[in-house]
Every structure is written in C-alpha cells, then in structure tokens.
C-alpha cells in the first residue's frame, strides 16, 4: 500500500493539465523510498466535483496519509470534505500545501480541526520529513516540532515550526515523476526553469508567497528536461510556468538557440513582461517554437499602474502587443479592475484599452481586483473586503446549491479571502457599464478558464464604449 496519496485539488474544466507540483513532491518522496498513488481531481468524471461529497468519494481507499496541493478557491470544499473523511477514517493525516492554505497560515488548522497540518512554501522537503515522522510513529506528535516549514497540530495545540530555508536551484529537486501521468489525459504540459517573482506588484500574492527571489537552473539542465518531454514523453504543447520566465534576456535567448540547435519540434508558452521583452527577443523566441505570450497589463490608467507598482506605462504595453502580435499568433493581455482608489473614468479607460488589444488580436482576460492573503494591498484593505455572491468570481468555479459555501466565506474574511473584493468607488456604476459595453466580468472570467466552452463576446472594436 501507498505510503501517501497526493491529490490535486483542482476543479475540472475544459484545459486539464499535468500537475506539476505534485510530480515535484512524487519524485522526491519516491527517491526518499516511499510509495506515493496520485488521484488528480480534474479528472474525476463526476458531475457534480464542486460538493464536500463527491471529493471526500474520491478520496476513499487513499494511503493512511492524504495531501491535497490546492488553490484559494477550492479551501473551503476541502474543509468540508475533510470532515467527511475524517468521520469514516479518524486515524487518516491530512496535510495541504500550495498558495491555498500559504495566506490563512495557523487559523486555517484552527477553524478546520480535521486538517492535521500545512506546508510553508516549497514543499519538497518538507513532506518527505513529514511523511517520515507519520509512518515511523503515526501517534507520536511531537517529533513534528523538528520538521520545518509547517503549520502543525500536536494534540490540541497548533504550532508554527521555523520556516524552511529555500533551494538554491532547481538542480537541487528530483526530475519531476512525469511518467507518473498519461499525457493523453491532458490538453498541454506545463513546465517550470524556475519558482519565485521578484518584482512588487501590490495586488500578487505569487511573489510574496517566494519571498520575492527568483531560482532557476542551468538552462542546458532545463533543455535536457524539455528534449525528454518532447522525444521519449511525445509532449507536442508545452506551457512554462515561470511566472517571470524572460527575466533574464541572455538566458533566453540561450534558451532559444538550443531548442532550434537540439532539432527540438514543439510549440510552448510563456508568461512575460513588457519591460523585459523586444523585437529581436520576441522573433527569436517565434523561430524557437513560441505561439503563446501571457502579458499582464493590469489597466489603462497610468495613475493605477503607478500605484499598483506595476512599473509599467500604458503607451509601453500597447507598443509590445502589438510588437509581439507581428511574431506569435496567441498573445493574451490580462486587466484587472475594481482596485481601491480606481475612479469610474479609469474603469473606463481600462475597458477602452482592452478593447483596443482585442482590436489588435490579443485575447482579453478581465478580472476583478481579489484580495489574495500573501498581498500588500489585502494587508493595507483586510479590514474593508467585501463578500458579494452575485460579484464573486471565484464563486463560479461552483454550481449547484451554494448556501454552505456562502455561510462559510461570509463567516471567515481571514480565511477566505479570495471570493470578497475590495471596496472601489462606484462599484456598481463600473459593474453595470462594463455589462453595457459586452464586457460581462462574468463571462470574461470563464470564457478564461473555460476556453473550450462558448467564449464570450467581446465587440470588434474599441469606438463602442466611447459612447457609453
């Protein structure tokens, strides 16, 4: 039997993908000589994967050991679902880790006296100590003290150990275990040369979850992994999930050199920055196999650029889409709205310059500015979220009757932070012209996880909102 079952926590949509952090936590706990089984809930078939019932199904028959790797959204449906399981199966340890449980630190475990433990950061190291200590003395609580980087129950206390000193480089971590997964299953591949943003944008929580420092690796050590994919695993679309990939230009020009030298044939995406990209960069990463660029714009206010620190300006985004556009067929311009001191005329030329990008022929994502935990400007605003069901983004990852889920985020801001809002002037004036204009921020946000599914309409041109 499985020394441990590790489950992505991930609700089903119309892109599945491999996951990634699981296969890094598989090959380390399988090199540590544990037997590790892998349930990924994306796949699981069931029509209805939003109740606390089916998930705590999915999990039966599981090693005596249960780590579940989520995202914000999905907390509360493991909380519930974690005392389902916990009624049939007392005895069985339940661990999370991932940017979910990163920002409700020690209250989650708290409020949710069925979740054993959570993981600090990296993981990799930290659940190989852990799952040593549960199988060596499954009832003898206080070796966990010595494990670091945890948020841990022994007996009726809740203890936070010292935090877990960071890798180096990702030459320090065993392979993913992708041969772990049917990549059959799945739509892409997503890839990782390197964890961690080092940049200060006040409404990420992804750079503070790192510590804001960026680790990567060799790139010929990352193109060797990349050849595997390609020649021995047929991976044909690959996604690299940095979330600052083109942060250093020599690397990735090096990068692209020895895709192109190596004869390696495959397309592949990535995340990136107007300021770190140009012409010359950009059709040398065409000539490599790129077809996808994610570029964050954020807005089309220079004032909320500025106070987001973004350290970006609107003419410098419109002139690298556009530039990127002549080289990749996929450029994908992200906005956010809804920030604290954004004013109805800044809305406005938010949804003006979107508009402008899907002019263009970038595809436009928008979203309502969420208070993520690990954020400076939740730090700054935690005390004036709002949670509106009828505006919650998040909330449309679930269907079915969601009064139970309501009742917990309405009861706990600190924990759930992610399906409120910030308090922004004129919400319901910005709500009601972006609907006016075809910018439903409903159906934006799931023509963008769900992309397969009927997207939404976005009108042709620009010149209709000038009239509203």
């Keep these: 039997m499985a020394h441990i079952t590790l489950v992505n926590a991930v609700l089903p949509s119309a892109v599945n993908v491999p996951p990634q952090g699981l296969l890094y936590l598989t090959a380390a706990l399988e090199a540590a000589g544990f037997e590790v089984e892998i349930r990924d809930y994306q796949l699981c078939g069931d029509p209805e994967p939003w109740t606390p019932e089916t998930l705590a199904h999915f999990v039966r028959g599981s090693a005596p050991i249960i780590g579940f790797s989520c995202m914000s959204y999905i907390l509360p449906l493991i909380c519930r679902a974690s005392a389902l399981i916990k009624s049939e199966r007392p005895d069985v340890r339940i661990v999370l880790g991932g940017i979910g449980p990163a920002g409700a630190g020690a209250t989650l475990l708290d409020y ?46 809740v203890v936070t150990t010292p935090a877990r000193e960071r890798i180096r480089s990702m030459t320090d971590l065993d392979p993913p275990a992708y041969h772990r997964v049917d990549f059959s299953r799945y739509r892409l591949v997503d890839s990782q040369f390197g964890r961690g943003c080092p940049f200060e944008c006040t409404f990420c929580d992804i750079a503070p979850y790192w510590n804001r420092r960026n680790v990567h690796r060799p790139m010929e050590h990352y193109l060797d992994e990349l050849e595997w994919l390609v020649k021995e695993m047929g991976a044909k679309d690959i996604f690299i999930i940095d979330d600052t990939f083109v942060l250093s230009r020599k690397m990735i020009m090096g990068f692209c050199h020895g895709i192109i030298s190596r004869g390696m044939k495959f397309e592949w995406g990535c995340y990136a920055r107007v300021d770190l990209i140009d012409a010359e960069l950009m059709e040398t990463m065409a000539a490599a196999g790129c077809r996808k660029v994610f570029f964050g714009i954020e807005t089309g206010s220079d004032r909320v650029l500025e106070t987001i620190v973004k350290s970006t300006t609107v003419d410098q985004c419109s002139r690298m889409v556009k530039m990127a556009l002549d080289h990749v067929p996929f450029v994908t311009a992200s906005f956010v709205w809804g920030f604290p001191d954004e004013t109805y005329e800044e809305l406005k030329d938010t949804a003006f310059f979107l508009l402008y990008m899907a002019a263009l022929g970038a595809s436009p994502q928008l979203n309502l500015a969420l208070p993520y935990a690990l954020s400076p400007l939740y730090r700054n605003y935690r005390d004036r979220i709002r949670f509106d069901p009828d505006r919650s983004s998040q909330l449309q990852f679930y269907e079915g009757d969601k009064t139970w889920l309501c009742e917990m ?60």
């Excluded at 659940?127 to 129950?153: C, E, F, M, Y």
């Excluded at 409120?420 to 006016?436: A, C, V």
Aim: proline share 9%.
């Design 112 to 157: 949710c006296p069925d979740i054993d433990a959570t993981v600090i950061g990296e993981g990799e190291r930290t659940i190989v100590d852990l799952v040593q200590r549960w199988s060596d003395a499954p009832r003898d609580t206080s070796a966990l003290k010595d494990v670091n980087g945890l948020h841990v129950r022994l007996g009726r206390q």
């Design 409 to 468: 985020i309405a009861a706990r801001p600190d924990l759930f932070s992610v399906f409120y809002h910030f308090p922004t002037p004129e919400l319901q004036r910005k709500w009601d012209y972006l609907e006016k204009i075809g910018l439903s921020p409903h159906e934006l946000q799931r023509a963008y996880d769900h992309p397969l599914s009927e997207p939404a309409t976005v009108p042709a041109t620009p010149e209709a909102s000038l009239a509203m």
